[in-house]
T-cell receptor, first 112, second 114 residues
């Protein structure tokens, strides 16, 4: 079945550091891929998405590229801010049932 | 994107009681889903709420424990029945916009069972 494997956290960075959170997936066919973010005490917000191979999703300085050859969708940001501190979830939607399959989540803590 | 609200936002309940969570969307949507997020964990799909028919439950979740209603295309409820402390979680509803498309989430209901 479909699955998502996500980098274990927590990830602790200093402000303005480069961020990478790894995400790989297993799926039949061509799923859509997503990154969601959950700020403390809040629900999930869509951060970015990609729906086909080589698509790059981007938002708020975050980027992720859909790599079918490596079945990956790594999240990157060139310069993190304290306000980026949150839990980040990688997810896929394989389409047949429209179920979202989530990774375990990665806690990012950015220190000033 | 759809605007989704949930009620209550949080609650503290006694074991053995039941709580009904409401999810309201500001536009008609075909797909609505209910998820559980246990403390410090990821999200797990409980069921797909189908309008006009019984919900479709995922493995490990049953209708007697989590009855779901979907009377129309903008509203759904999830009941957590005969609660125990293990049911302490965040419960989130989401709506889908199409096949393989984005799901948008409500703010969640934070439930603590004593």
């Amino acid at each position: 079945g479909n699955s998502v494997t996500q980098m274990e956290g927590p990830v602790t960075l200093s402000e303005e550091a480069f961020l990478t959170i790894n995400c790989t997936y297993t799926a039949t066919g061509y799923p859509s891929l997503f990154w969601y973010v959950q700020y403390p005490g809040e629900g999930l917000q869509l951060l970015l998405k990609a729906t086909k191979a080589d698509d790059k999703g981007s938002n708020k300085g975050f980027e992720a590229t859909y790599r079918k050859e490596t079945t990956s969708f790594h999240l990157e940001k060139g310069s993190v801010q304290v306000s980026d501190s949150a839990v980040y979830f990688c997810a896929l939607n394989g389409g047949a049932t429209n179920k979202l399959i989530f990774g375990t989540g990665t806690l990012l803590a950015v220190q000033p | 994107s759809a605007v989704i609200s949930q009620k209550p936002s949080r609650d503290i309940c006694q074991r053995g009681t039941s709580l009904t969570i409401q999810c309201q969307v500001d536009s008609q949507v075909t797909m609505m889903f209910w998820y559980r997020q246990q403390p410090g964990q990821s999200l797990t799909l409980i069921a797909t709420a189908n309008q006009g028919s019984e919900a479709t439950y995922e493995s490990g979740f049953v209708i007697d424990k989590f009855p779901i209603s979907r009377p129309n295309l903008t509203f759904s409820t999830l009941t957590v029945s005969n609660m125990s402390p293990e049911d302490s979680s965040i419960y989130l509803c989401s709506v889908g916009t199409g096949t393989k498309e984005t799901q948008y989430f409500g703010p969640g209901t934070r439930l603590l069972v004593l």
